[in-house]
C-alpha cells in the first residue's frame, strides 16, 4: 500500500471504518469515534426475540459499499482449535453490531473431518441462521506442514501459511467468488469477480464501526504526519484495482536484507524498492482491503 491507515487495528472507510485487535501499537494513523449510536441487534438482521435472521436479498445492512456500490468481503484466517473458535464468535457479533456490509467469512484451515462436521454445525445453528445469512464459513486443507525440498516429507509446522495459502483457497474455490472455469477462451485463471473488495483482518480484531474501501473522507481518516502528503495528493482514496489499503505497522525495512532472490525471485520488483520507499509505502498489515483481482 501507499498509503497511510488507521491505527492498528481502528481501519475503516468514509467514517464507517473501525477494528481494534485484544493489543496493537501505536501506528500512523486513526478513525475518529463516530459519535452515532451503533444500530441495535435487530436492525442489523440478528435474531431478535427468537426470530431467525433474513437472507442477504432482504437484509437491511446489504452486500455492498455505501459509497461505491462494490461487493464487500470482510474475512478473516482460523485454525479449529477452541480459542479461534471463540474469537470468530465474538467477530461475527462484532460485524452484527455495528452492521458491516458486506459478506463476512470465517477462513477455516486444517480441520480433521470430525471438526469440520461440528464447526459447520455450529455456525450454521449460532451464526448463520441467527445473525446473518451473510456471515459464512469456509473450510480449506491444512497448509501449514513444512515439507523437505528434497524428499517431500512434512519436517515441520508454520502455521503462519494458513493465512496466505488459505485466502488463495478462498479466492479460487469459494461459492462467492472462484475463477472462470476452463475452456473460457482468454479467461482462463481470471476471477469471476474481480472488482469485488476483499477486507483481510485477524480473528483477534473487533469491529467498532463498519469497514469500508472509502477512505476519502479526510475529516475521518487521520494520517501521520511523515505521509500526509502522500494522502492528501492520492487522486483516488478508495480500495480499487492498483490502489489497495492496508493498516500502517512498525514494521521497518528489514525485509529488504532478506534473500529475496529466493523468497520473491531473482526478477521480483521487491528488489528495486529503495530504503526511503521501503519504510514509506510497504510496513504494513491487516486490515488490508485490496481489490479481488489484486489480491489474488
Request: proline share 7%.
Amino acid at each position: 500500500s501507499r498509503d497511510g491507515h488507521p491505527r492498528a487495528g481502528e481501519a475503516g472507510g468514509g467514517g464507517r471504518g473501525g477494528a481494534r485487535p485484544s493489543s496493537g501499537n501505536d501506528n500512523n494513523l486513526r478513525t475518529k469515534k463516530d459519535k452515532k449510536k451503533p444500530p441495535s441487534i435487530a436492525s442489523s438482521g440478528a435474531a431478535a426475540n427468537g426470530k431467525k435472521s433474513s437472507s442477504p436479498s432482504d437484509d437491511p445492512v446489504g452486500l455492498t459499499s455505501p459509497t461505491t456500490d462494490a461487493t464487500l468481503h470482510v474475512i478473516f484466517s482460523t485454525d479449529c482449535g477452541s480459542f479461534q473458535h471463540w474469537q470468530s464468535y465474538l467477530f461475527f457479533h462484532a460485524a452484527l453490531k455495528v452492521g458491516q456490509p458486506g459478506y463476512v467469512t470465517r477462513i477455516a484451515s486444517g480441520c480433521t473431518d470430525k471438526q469440520l462436521k461440528e464447526e459447520e454445525a455450529w455456525h450454521h445453528e449460532h451464526i448463520q441462521s441467527q445473525m446473518s445469512d451473510r456471515f459464512r464459513i469456509h473450510f480449506t486443507p491444512h497448509f501449514s506442514g513444512v515439507k523437505d525440498p528434497e524428499t517431500g516429507k512434512v519436517k515441520g509446522d508454520y502455521k503462519f501459511f494458513n493465512k496466505p495459502f488459505g485466502l488463495k483457497h478462498f479466492l479460487e474455490h469459494n461459492e462467492l467468488l472462484g475463477l472462470v472455469d476452463e475452456g473460457v477462451t482468454g479467461m482462463e485463471g481470471a476471477m469471476k469477480r474481480p472488482d469485488d473488495v476483499i477486507i483481510l483482518c485477524d480473528p483477534d480484531m473487533l469491529l467498532l464501526r463498519p469497514i469500508t474501501d472509502d477512505f476519502s473522507n479526510e475529516r475521518e481518516t487521520l494520517v501521520g504526519p511523515r505521509r500526509k502528503s502522500i494522502y492528501q495528493k492520492k487522486e483516488i482514496k478508495v480500495a480499487s484495482h492498483g490502489n489497495p489499503f492496508a493498516q500502517t505497522y512498525g514494521l521497518g525495512t528489514q525485509w529488504r536484507k532478506f534473500d529475496l532472490d529466493a523468497i520473491a525471485g531473482k526478477d521480483s520488483p521487491a528488489k528495486e524498492v529503495s530504503q526511503q520507499d521501503g519504510g514509506l509505502y510497504y510496513p504494513v498489515g491487516p486490515p488490508y482491503v485490496v481489490a479481488a483481482d489484486d489480491m489474488y
